[in-house]
Structures are given as C-alpha cells and as structure tokens.
C-alpha cells in the first residue's frame, strides 16, 4: 500500500440523513434492528468506533442509516461463537443500549464497516420480531433515574474522590477525570467509571442490567475500591523493589509485578499474537541468517506496544519470514516414462520441447543438485505454450505458478518494497513461492516480451538476477533483505516475440521456437483434446455429435486462419452450441456433423484460397512473409504506364521493403539484356508496385525474389505459375540470401494450395525441420541466384 493509495469511502451523517440534532432526544421506535456485539459491552453515555464484518450486520447498518440511524446494541453470552454464520437469539442477552450512528466508513479492501456510534439509551428486547436478514425486536425503554438523596450525593462524591486517585496512580487521561466532574447523572457517572475498570464482559453487563441507581452505584463504588487497591498494592512493590536490589534482581522483580497485575486484572502474560510466532519460530526450520533475522524481530516486537504502527509493520514481516519455503521442497518426479506419457497426453506433436524436458529430468535423476533450466517458449499466440508449462509441472511433480508479465512496468513488482514503505510487500517471485508452499516450484513467466518501462524502474532488468543459475541462488527480495535461493526453481518464460526482450535477458535464456500447427496437427489436436473439451463443457455426450476428419479439415481450412487453435477451438464450441439447441427443443437423434451440413451452424465459408480471388496475368507473383501470429502469402503486382522512369510504391511499405524493391529494379535494368528486357524503355514508361491489404504495414527483406519476379514478368510478359510461391533476399550481383521464418511462410503457402516453393539454397537447414507430411504435398526448389529462380518461376513464352 503506498501513501497514495486511497482505500476508504466516508459517507458522513450530514450527508445521507441530514442532521438530528441530540439523539437521545430522538423518538423510539417500537422495533428496531438488532446488532450483536462480541466481547464487549456498551454503556448509555459511551461513543466508539466498531468495525462490522458480518454480512448481515453490514445490511443492518446500511438500512439504519438511510433510516433514523438507531439500532438495538445488545451483546453475546458466548463471545467465542463469533464466527457463526447466524445469529441465535437465545445466545443474546435481553439488556442492551439504543444506539446512534453517527458516522459510517466503508473499507474498500476487505468490505468491513467502521462505525461510529454512540449509545444514548438503555433499553430490554422484550420479543424478537424477525431473525432474517438481521434480527429485528420489539423493544422498551428502560428508565434511568434516581431519587436525589444525601447518601447519592456521598456515593456521586465517592466515585469522583476514588477516580481521580486511580487515574494520578495508573496515568488514565486527565479529560476522563474532568468529564466525570462535569456529569451530575449518577447513571453516567457510574458507567463512565465502569468502562475504565477493564472487568470482564460478564461483569460489565451484570453491571449494565442492575436497574436501582443506588445498587449500581454501591456496586461501581465496589468495583473502583478494589482497581484502586491494586494500584496501590503495584507502587508498594514498586517501592520496596527499588531498595536494596540491583540491576539483576530489579529485573526480575519488575517482571513478577508485571505477571501479578496482569494476573489481577485477568490478562495474559504474554501479547496472544506474539505467542503464536514463538511458537511458529519453533515448528519453522529456517537457514542461519534468517533464523537470526526472526529471532531479532521477535525481541524487538515484544517491546513494541501493540497500538504503535510499529507493530503491525514487525508483525507483517515475521508472518512472510516465517510462511516462505525457505527450505521446503516437493520431491521431483524422475520417471522418465511416465512423464512422456503425460506430455504425450496433454499435448500433440511439439516432439523437440518434450525431447528438451526428457533430456533434463534424465541429467536431473543422475545428478541431483543440477540448477534448474531457464526455457524460453517463442511462438505464435495459441499454440499452447502456458498450457505446455503446466503439463511439465504436472510431469515433474511439481508445482505449478504462473505469473503474467504483460504490461508490469514497476521494478517493485520483482524485487518489492523497502519496509519502510507504508503497507509495502514482497515481489511476486516471494509472493508466488509463499503461495506454493515449496522452494522448487516451476514458474511460468508469461509474456516476458511485453515488459514495459518507466519512472519506476526496469522489471527486465530485475529479472536479470531472477534468470541466471550463476546468481539467483542468493536473490535478495528487496523486503525480505535476506538472500533466497532460487537455483531449485525451474523457469519457464513465454513470448511472441524475441525482438521486443532486450539482449542480456534473452542471452540467459534457452530459446525454444513453436511455430504454427500443419492442418494434420491441427486435425489431432481438434480430436483428441479441443472437441472432447467442448463435449464436456456443453454437457453434449459423444453419442449426441460426431464430427468426421473432413469436416474438421474444413473448418480448419475455410473457417480459421491463424497459427494455434484458439479460433478452431471456438468454432468447434459454435457447433456444439447449435447441436445442444437442438437437443433441448426435441431432437433425440446422433448428429453427424460433415462438409454437407457443416455451413448450417458456422455460416457461409469464410476464407478461400488467395491464388483463386487473383486475375493472373503478368506482373504479378506471390511472395511469402513471416507475422507473429504465423506465415502469410504476399502478393506482388507491378504495372506500367507512359512516364519518365520514376518508381511508385505502395501498399504500407515499410523502409526495408522500399529498399528491395529499388534493389530488384536496379538489377533488372543492369541486366536488361540479359532478361530479355528493352534497355530503352525504362526511359519511356513508369513503374508502380503495389503490395495488396494496404492497411496492414509490411516490412523486411525477404520479399526480393518475389519483387524482381514480377518486375521480370510485367517487362517480358511472361506469366508466374500460380502454383508457385517464393521468398529470399536479393543483392545488386542477383545472389539469394537466406530468410527466417520458413516453416511458417512453408505452411502457409500449403494451407493456400501452392505445389512449389523457391527458396534460398542456404535456407536448406530449415526445409529438414519442416514436418514430413507437410513436404510430401509441395516440391521445394533452393537457388543460388535471381537467375536461377527466374528460369524456374517465369513460363517459357
């Protein structure tokens, strides 16, 4: 919590219900709401602050305030049945206060309720009336009133005497003293006295029902005696202590007169809450450093005072200090079988991930004190890279923590707060390790590209200590203070791009791509997880929707478009929608889902092959690019027209991409004579390149073999096959240079129903990575040079 923070919404009396003037004034209704009170008993003439937690009670105030603003205080006879989801009359007791609500603040975290209120009456729940919501009860006005006498006035006289005394001997604030000289009620006075005699709620509200004031009055003057005999009794021991013992003795002496007033009064001898960690401290097995740590907080929060902030600061500390798992582990699961079988499970295909992790635990179970990886999963949106993260903790046995990234610009949300900081805490990775209970969880770092940066700091500069094995076994949490070991920890990050994570983080990082899925892959995963998934979420059986390989491939091909599955996945729920409509109004039947019907629940066929909307012709040629979220085919068009020479370019090109087409155009004139071409008619005509879906910006080099294809084509008429598809970067000399991104741009241009693909010839180690069936569909030619690929892409006309 910073200083800033605003965490309270105040609504004050003069705001909602207007002014009332003196409460006690007010008319009593015949029923009122009933609040109960825990451990505590209100006098006519006291004024505090409660804190409502309980639903019902929180309802009960609500209605009160926006009513006359008076309740019925009454409390339990059982203060440890506090956490009972109901009140039971029975357990209240029938002696109570009429109280006033002066002022309501709403907390924002947590939803409590501090109230301020006042209690003016004292009154008897003569029947209760309604237990839902809230109780509710008739109720009667018990009258406070005595007959001045000579021996209330000596009793009145009495209690002032015997309370200022006790209030010079145990330091009770001086206004206490001129409050109860300036009341004359002897009920008030009695009860002002009362409240500062720290009894027993049961005493307190015996005191509370003795209705005769004279009796009330006997009974305080009881009451006060004795508080102001013990009082005494202290300052004697007090005295004869300081006489003849030294330090030693003195010591001791004062913590037997502490223990026997505590004694006296009814306290503990020890704060419960400190109690309570001595005791956690003994249970806790802790490395050195922090069990001097703790034990150093202990003994400075014994001699804190539990009312100072101080306290609550020390005692947040001691909890997150003594909850972490600093030597706690989860015992690592070594089969090596059976973690494949559980990968094999929860995800197809993605064999050089599942050979990484095989690999590890096999590394792991010969040598156990191995520091953990630090795997860095690449790739499109949807392909399963956090869902892949928890299958591994699940195979491993470990525990599984995700921790989002995206958008997280405070270096305090790794490392944490100083302490001195108000309401400062631990970073998420101390967090996250409090909350797995366990110091050798597998934590996944999702979208560890999307990190940003400001005033606050650098969180990718935080993590560079996070993600080194050489140095996070001594992460120091700028909270804690105290190194923790982060060496058993295995880390996994996602992205979706490595460009957008600077250099040094993405260097400590083993770098895993996942590209897009094949439509077989697809087809594997849609059957035996996506559509099994959608079965059981729309309470369909496989009994009632079957979905045969073509209709799927269908969907796959003619209604999604993208590298994952997520839009898959949401067409196959769109079907299981319809097919559960069905069932409800009536149909009893197997619904078989084919192409021939497939368009009766995902509509008119949203994607067709981009070759077939193309008017073919010369001066046109299909290039392939590389997006985030998978490969796509990049149609080229050239034209020309009667000018002087100039070049025009569009379709939201970016830098590069201008500068390859000004490259193929420059080769082509050097080697008009070459091609074919007419060196004079460069003089004669202008050129125009435009690159279709001029929204969508387009950038890089990769599209220079496609640009000089179609210039080719356009200026010696010979047409490109639309079967053929390309990509490469080209130089002055006509070389071909490699390109990334081949597997996706090799999947798209198949999905599109191109045959042939021309590639750079150093490319050739990417054609081995690409997916067997998927190269049995489409033939790949490498080339050296512009030359080479024109012979093989331009028709011999």
Request: with cysteine; hydrophobic share 40%.
């Amino acid at each position: 919590m910073r200083e800033d923070d605003s965490r309270q919404e105040t609504e004050d009396s003069t705001n909602k219900a207007g002014h009332h003037g003196n409460p006690a004034d007010l008319p009593v209704p015949e029923i009122l709401p009933v609040l109960p009170l825990h451990g505590f008993v209100f006098f006519p003439g006291m004024g505090f602050p409660l804190n409502i937690l309980h639903p019902a009670s929180q309802k009960l105030i609500d209605e009160a305030t926006l009513k006359d603003r008076l309740v019925a205080i009454v409390s339990h006879k059982e203060p440890a049945e506090e956490k009972q989801d109901r009140v039971d009359p029975e357990q209240l007791y029938r002696i109570g206060v009429l109280g006033y609500i002066h002022k309501l603040v709403k907390v924002k975290e947590g939803g409590g309720y501090h109230v301020l209120i006042s209690a003016v009456k004292k009154l008897e729940l003569v029947e209760f009336v309604q237990k839902e919501p809230y109780l509710t009860a008739r109720v009667a006005v018990i009258p406070m009133e005595v007959e001045e006498d000579k021996e209330v006035e000596a009793l009145v006289l009495n209690l002032r005497t015997q309370f200022k005394k006790l209030a010079e001997m145990v330091s009770l604030p001086t206004e206490l003293v001129s409050t109860i000289e300036s009341l004359s009620d002897p009920f008030y006075i009695s009860y002002l006295v009362i409240s500062q005699l720290n009894l027993t709620p049961v005493e307190e509200q015996e005191i509370l029902e003795i209705q005769p004031g004279k009796a009330l009055m006997h009974r305080t003057a009881r009451e006060l005696n004795k508080r102001v005999e013990t009082a005494e009794m202290s300052q004697d021991i007090q005295k004869s202590i300081k006489e003849d013992t030294d330090q030693k003795q003195r010591d001791f002496f004062l913590r037997q007169q502490l223990n026997a007033i505590r004694k006296e009064l009814g306290e503990d001898e020890e704060n419960l809450d400190l109690k309570e960690l001595r005791a956690k401290f003994a249970q806790t097995e802790l490395p050195t450093e922090a069990k001097k740590t703790a034990e150093k907080e202990l003994d400075r929060l014994a001699r804190i005072s539990p009312s100072s902030p101080e306290y609550t600061v020390s005692r947040t500390y001691l909890d997150w200090l003594l909850d972490l798992p600093w030597l706690t582990s989860t015992p690592d699961s070594l089969d090596i079988v059976k973690a494949q079988q559980v990968m094999d499970e929860d995800h197809y295909g993605l064999a050089e991930i599942k050979k990484r992790i095989i690999e590890f635990l096999a590394v792991r179970k010969l040598k156990q004190d191995m520091h953990g990886p630090i795997l860095c999963f690449v790739g499109p949106p949807g392909v399963g890279k956090t869902s892949l993260g928890q299958s591994i903790a699940r195979s491993m046995g470990r525990k599984f923590i995700r921790i989002s990234l995206g958008g997280v610009r405070d270096e305090a949300e790794i490392r944490g707060h100083r302490r001195t900081y108000i309401g400062a805490l631990p970073g998420r990775i101390i967090q996250s390790l409090r909350k797995a209970g366990a110091n050798n969880p597998l934590f996944m770092l999702d979208e560890i590209d999307k990190l940003g940066m400001d005033f606050r700091g650098d969180p990718s500069s935080a993590l560079l200590e996070v993600l080194d094995p050489e140095q996070n076994f001594t992460f120091a949490d700028h909270y804690m203070e105290i190194p923790f070991d982060l060496s058993k920890v295995m880390f996994i990050t996602t992205a979706n791009l490595l460009d957008n994570i600077p250099g040094p983080l993405r260097d400590r990082m083993e770098v895993i791509e996942l590209s897009g899925y094949t439509q077989d892959e697809k087809l594997n995963i849609a059957k035996r997880h996506l559509l099994p998934k959608q079965l059981e979420a729309h309470a369909i059986s496989e009994d009632d929707l079957k979905m045969d390989d073509q209709a799927i491939r269908m969907v796959i091909r003619s209604y999604t478009r993208e590298a994952g599955v997520r839009n898959l996945e949401r067409k196959l729920a769109a079907i299981c929608r319809g097919v559960a409509k069905e069932i409800v109004t009536g149909k009893t039947t197997t619904t078989l889902i084919d192409a021939t019907n497939l368009a009766t629940y995902l509509g008119p066929i949203q994607f067709f092959p981009e070759t077939k909307a193309r008017s073919w012709g010369p001066g046109l040629a299909t290039g392939l690019a590389w997006t985030p979220v998978g490969g796509e085919l990049l149609f080229i068009e050239v034209a020309k027209m009667k000018g002087k020479g100039n070049l025009t370019m569009t379709g939201k090109l970016g830098d590069v991409m201008k500068e390859s087409a000004t490259a193929a155009l420059t080769y082509i004139r050097s080697h008009a004579k070459e091609l074919g071409v007419d060196e004079a008619i460069f003089a004669k005509i202008d050129l125009h390149i435009h690159v279709p879906e001029g929204a969508i910006p387009k950038d890089g080099p990769s599209a220079g073999v496609a640009m000089v294809t179609a210039l080719t084509s356009l200026l010696t008429g010979r047409t490109v096959s639309k079967d053929m598809a390309m990509t490469g970067e080209i130089t002055l000399r006509g070389d071909v240079l490699p390109v990334g991104g081949i597997k996706e741009k090799v999947l798209a241009a198949v999905r599109a129903g191109i045959k042939e693909i021309v590639l750079p010839a150093l490319n050739e180690k990417d054609v081995v990575e690409i997916p067997d069936n998927v190269k049995e569909d489409v033939r790949f030619h490498l080339v050296q040079d512009i030359k080479e690929a024109l012979g093989l892409l331009l028709a011999k006309e």
